[in-house]
């Protein structure tokens, strides 16, 4: 009997005790196609000899340091190569362990602001239904995931939300995809001017929706109104690339693809591709500045920042997306995969949309396409999805709760940068075989 505290006490899990590549192996020997990055995390896949290195040389030199007392070489250089491939006017990086870190640091940072320039009624906070930016206190106060939620909600703090730029159920049949997304951005102009601009200190959003929403990717326009509106309230705009940043959309910034810049930006995941837990948030100039010019220092902290075998791990991570040219290979493998899924899936009766950018793809599941029903949640069609997925040898990261946190199911795809062609088919082969296994008839 473990004495682990795993995530579902019902389960039983197999032990990984390898990787190779973009597979994980557990103790039986059984190979599984890692077709979602564990959670969008491994980019590089298993066991790439030059981040194993890094961490190996750094471990045998100096493994921690406190940063109340010292920072590290592989710290300061990891923040060096990080903001000299940032977008414009990106000055700063505070480390963190991982994502609901980054978030957390975010909006403490973002209040903060204000209170140093004299505003500290700029507080509140604004973000999306059915987003999903964390599960520490405040990083799910920010979420709009409602089942995440639901459980915690006498816990969390006030936060306002407006509804999820998602075309596939929110765009209305008149409409362009570039008029729907000034609709729904209006709505965050909306929501700042009901309660007052004097209040709102910030605006989160995902670039690209990840988890709870399945790589759903703003309509056209959308985050570069977002911008223009808050720059027009002195709102700050930070973007939460933790799953979809560093690469996975084909771009290191997810946002460099929106045209917009950020005042803050959180990142992890892909950061360190899993060799090491690391996060970060890379910070504007004037927030920055505004700090140091008032009290001096960011009052938080955890005991892991800016760990220096994390870092060192991050920046062979990095270094690696380049020398080998990764970008440009999300980019066509990414296509490739598309093609391969729509071959398969694009006439599946419970199939209704197919999205995403780079490798980072979803496949909504629906009861009917062409009413777009939602499948009965009660059948809990995506946790049956990854169970037949596994037992043909492959990872994928199935949700339910789309739409609204109860209907809807999606399956999220976020394999490695580094697969090859012939891996590409056998990720696209298992997700439909998958797909079929459950779904063999319409539901």
Not at 159 to 188: F, K
Not at 265 to 278: D, F, R, T
Request: charged content about 20%; hydrophobic content about 40%.
């Amino acid at each position: 009997m473990s004495h682990v505290f795993h995530r579902h006490l019902r389960q039983a899990y197999p032990v990984a005790v390898a990787g190779d590549g973009p597979y994980l192996i557990d103790q039986q020997g059984r190979r599984y196609l890692d077709g979602s990055g564990g959670a969008a995390v491994s980019c590089l896949g298993h066991g790439h000899p030059a981040v194993v290195e890094a961490v190996r040389e750094q471990v045998s030199r100096l493994e921690y340091a406190h940063t109340s007392f010292f920072t590290s070489e592989p710290a300061e250089a990891l923040a060096d190569d990080l903001i000299a491939h940032a977008p414009a006017g990106l000055s700063h990086v505070y480390f963190v362990s991982g994502g609901s870190e980054g978030v957390e640091a975010a909006l403490k940072m973002a209040v903060q602001y204000f209170g140093e320039i004299g505003q500290p009624e700029k507080s509140r906070i604004i973000a999306r239904w059915q987003s999903y930016h964390g599960n520490t206190i405040g990083a799910l106060a920010a979420g709009g995931n409602r089942w995440r939620r639901r459980q915690f909600a006498a816990l969390l703090p006030e936060m306002s939300h407006i509804p999820e730029c998602y075309a596939y159920r929110g765009q209305h049949r008149e409409e362009t995809a570039e008029e729907y997304g000034l609709r729904m951005a209006d709505m965050l102009e909306a929501e700042i001017l009901r309660i007052g601009p004097n209040k709102v200190a910030a605006f989160i959003a995902e670039p690209v929706v990840g988890a709870t929403l399945g790589a759903v990717a703003a309509a056209p326009g959308y985050f570069r109104r977002i911008r223009e509106i808050c720059d027009r309230y002195q709102v700050l705009l930070i973007l939460d690339e933790v799953m979809c940043g560093m690469g996975r959309t084909g771009s290191l910034h997810a946002c460099e693809q929106e045209g917009i810049v950020p005042d803050i930006e959180v990142v992890a995941k892909g950061l360190g591709a899993g060799y090491q837990p690391i996060g970060a948030v890379l910070v504007n100039q004037r927030i920055v500045q505004a700090i140091r010019d008032g009290s001096g220092f960011f009052q938080h902290g955890h005991t892991y920042l800016g760990h220096p075998v994390a870092c060192a791990a991050a920046l062979a991570v990095q270094r690696v997306i380049r020398e080998e040219g990764l970008l440009a290979r999300v980019m066509s493998l990414g296509e490739q995969l598309d093609q391969m899924l729509r071959q398969r899936l694009a006439h599946h009766p419970n199939v209704g949309d197919m999205r995403g950018r780079g490798l980072f793809r979803g496949i909504e599941l629906v009861a009917d396409r062409n009413t777009q029903k939602p499948l009965d949640p009660m059948l809990r069609i995506h946790a049956k999805i990854k169970v037949a997925a596994m037992a043909r040898g492959l990872l994928c990261y199935p949700m339910g709760g789309t739409i609204d946190g109860e209907l809807g199911e999606h399956i999220l795809l976020a394999p490695p940068f580094t697969l090859t062609g012939d891996q590409v088919e056998e990720l696209a082969d298992g997700v439909a075989h998958a797909i079929q296994d459950v779904l063999p008839v319409a539901v």
